[in-house]
């Protein structure tokens, strides 16, 4: 039913008016056009207990349902109605009211067929009772959910997309226990407890083996089993008993205001808890899956084709086990999900989680498993989770392998990169470019989580990448000869521009010299000129001295002969005054 749809009100989805449980057709097109996932709220308990009014609530509405007045039982059949289901949105609310149980002008005795096709149909149970949790109510939920057990068995099988292997007791409803008219105290051994409490207590098995003590225990082992999910309610009689006959048309403020909080937390926990209907395999129901489903299970209750114990038996452990199997593998699967990061660093790493997570799966298996006497459903596991490891290999070595090509594209692109741009194209590059190669292998190395595929990858990367080394190394080879004959012929015109400075720097040295030597043969001239003027002028003063002292002898000689002369005349003077005086002076 599209969102824009809504139905004023419910119709007949299984007619009970002659005894034969028929399908309402114009029911089935209404669910055929709900095309939102379904939430199925169905109740049932025994007729004239309210059932009908709880309903209407849920429904939001104050009239709908058949509330009636009298001991008449009002509801025939099961009644729908389809509503927008207020807290989830895309979402409908398919709500189902029942006949009620054990009416005592009904003629057929159909009340086991219409209980079955309720819990069936719906995703939470209301189960409606009077008063207390009593071993009546406990066998009536008990034989019912037998009898479901055995036709969700046989009839799993028969719906489209559904695999019959699934687990029907995981598609079961969560149970909602309602308590009408509660007035007890809630109290165990002087304790207050919660309505969740009493119903819990109400359902414990006692300890002991004996046959009664299995008797008391059989239908609560049962319940417990099929409804893991589990709520009760008490409700306080709504009004003085003369109001009752117009329930439907009291205020909330003409109600008993316990009454009116108990309806209201019921309603919300409805709303807030009830899941969308489930098939097995996971698969939730729509519109015309619940038709489906509505078809398969009248049908097969209607032609009284319920297998039988032997059957069922077989049935049972057919569908527990494969359903065990598929739980064990869910397990294995969601363990393996959380715990395994792929790569891994080894081999072993990994298949020491995979062991793990098949100890747990057999666990699993084991906990779900009933009378799998011969192995077979453990064999099939254990085969199933040896592919699983198969697989899980293969992913780890892919996961590496695509991982580990990431990594070295990531590590050694610049180098591709700076080949193409030729910096290793030169002589010397190759020795430079296999440096480098050592040095990018080491980072490499010690990159983590590379897992068991990473010096495979390793190799296989530097092995494509060997035509380039190669060509690297031509091109340095080449380059180096062709460097090496340059630098032959440099050195070559280096020695002889050293030659050449060198003879240039004698020729130098030499015209140096020369010009040293006739510098100094030139001062040594000089200087003999120079001494030789000396000695000329020293003999020349030397003459002139000479000359000098030979005219200062010569004069003194002269004076002296001279002063002889004279002396010798004076003497003579002397003389001849002396013997002539007639001699004048």
Avoid at 162 to 174: E, G, Q
Avoid at 284 to 291: C, M, Q, S, T, Y
Avoid at 411 to 424: C, D, S, T
Wanted: aromatic content about 6%.
């Amino acid at each position: 039913m599209a969102s824009e749809t809504h139905m004023p009100g419910p119709v007949c989805l299984i007619e009970n008016t002659t005894g034969q449980l028929v399908v309402n057709q114009e029911a089935l097109k209404i669910l055929s056009a709900v095309t939102q996932p379904v939430v199925v709220v169905a109740i049932v308990g025994l007729y004239r207990t309210g059932k009908s009014y709880l309903m209407n609530k849920l429904a939001g509405q104050k009239k709908g349902f058949s509330v009636g007045s009298t001991v008449q039982s009002h509801t025939k059949g099961i009644w729908m109605w389809c509503v927008p289901h207020p807290k989830k949105p895309e979402h409908t609310l398919v709500l189902l009211d029942t006949e009620g149980l054990g009416d005592v002008e009904k003629v057929d005795n159909n009340d086991t067929q219409i209980f079955a096709l309720a819990l069936l149909l719906s995703s939470t149970f209301v189960y409606n009772t009077m008063n207390k949790i009593d071993q009546g109510a406990i066998d009536r939920l008990h034989n019912v959910t037998e009898l479901t057990d055995l036709l969700s068995a046989r009839t799993a099988s028969n719906l489209d997309g559904v695999d019959a292997a699934a687990d029907f007791v995981s598609c079961f409803p969560d149970l909602v226990w309602t308590l009408r008219d509660f007035y007890l105290d809630l109290e165990i051994n002087g304790q207050l407890i919660t309505a969740d409490e009493y119903m819990e207590n109400s359902l414990r098995p006692k300890r002991g083996s004996d046959e009664r003590v299995q008797q008391y225990n059989l239908p609560r082992l049962c319940i417990q089993k099929f409804f893991p999910i589990k709520k009760c309610f008490i409700f306080d009689l709504p009004a003085y008993r003369k109001k009752l006959a117009q329930l439907e048309e009291l205020h909330n403020d003409e109600l008993d205001p316990e009454f009116v909080q108990q309806v209201a937390e019921f309603c919300s926990y409805i709303f807030s808890h009830s899941t969308v209907k489930t098939l097995p395999g996971g698969i939730k129901v729509n519109g015309p899956r619940l038709e489906n489903l509505v078809l398969t299970y009248s049908n097969a209750i209607s032609s009284g084709e319920l297998p039988c114990m032997e059957n069922a038996v077989l049935t049972l452990v057919l569908t527990e086990n494969s359903a065990a199997v598929q739980k064990a593998i869910a397990h294995y699967d969601q363990q393996m999900g959380q715990k395994v990061q792929l790569p891994t660093d080894t081999l072993q790493e990994l298949l020491d989680l995979h062991g793990a997570c098949v100890r747990e799966a057999t666990e699993v298996f084991i906990k779900n498993s009933f009378k799998d006497v011969d192995q077979r459903f453990q064999k099939e596991l254990q085969t199933i989770l040896d592919e699983k490891q198969n697989d899980i290999c293969k992913q780890n070595l892919e996961a590496s392998l695509d991982h580990c090509s990431t990594l070295l594209q990531s590590i050694f692109g610049p180098l591709q990169e700076a080949v193409k741009q030729g910096v290793y194209s030169k002589p010397g590059g190759h020795n430079l470019y296999i440096k480098k190669i050592e040095e990018l292998k080491a980072e490499y190395s010690q990159r983590p989580k590379k897992g068991i595929q990473a010096e495979e990858a390793l190799q296989k990367y530097l092995k494509s990448k060997e035509s380039v080394s190669d060509t690297i190394l031509q091109t340095d080879q080449a380059l180096t000869a062709r460097e090496r004959e340059m630098e032959e012929a440099r050195v070559k015109a280096e020695a002889a521009r050293a030659k050449a400075q060198r003879l240039e720097e004698i020729q130098r040295q030499n015209q140096q010299m020369m010009e040293q030597r006739e510098r100094e043969h030139q001062e040594q001239v000089r200087q003999m000129q120079i001494n030789h003027a000396n000695w000329l002028a020293e003999q020349q003063r030397a003459q002139q001295r000479q000359l000098q002292e030979d005219a200062r002898r010569r004069a003194a000689e002269a004076e002296a002969e001279r002063a002889r002369i004279l002396n010798e005349i004076h003497n003579l003077h002397v003389h001849a005054s002396s013997n002539d005086p007639c001699i004048l002076l």
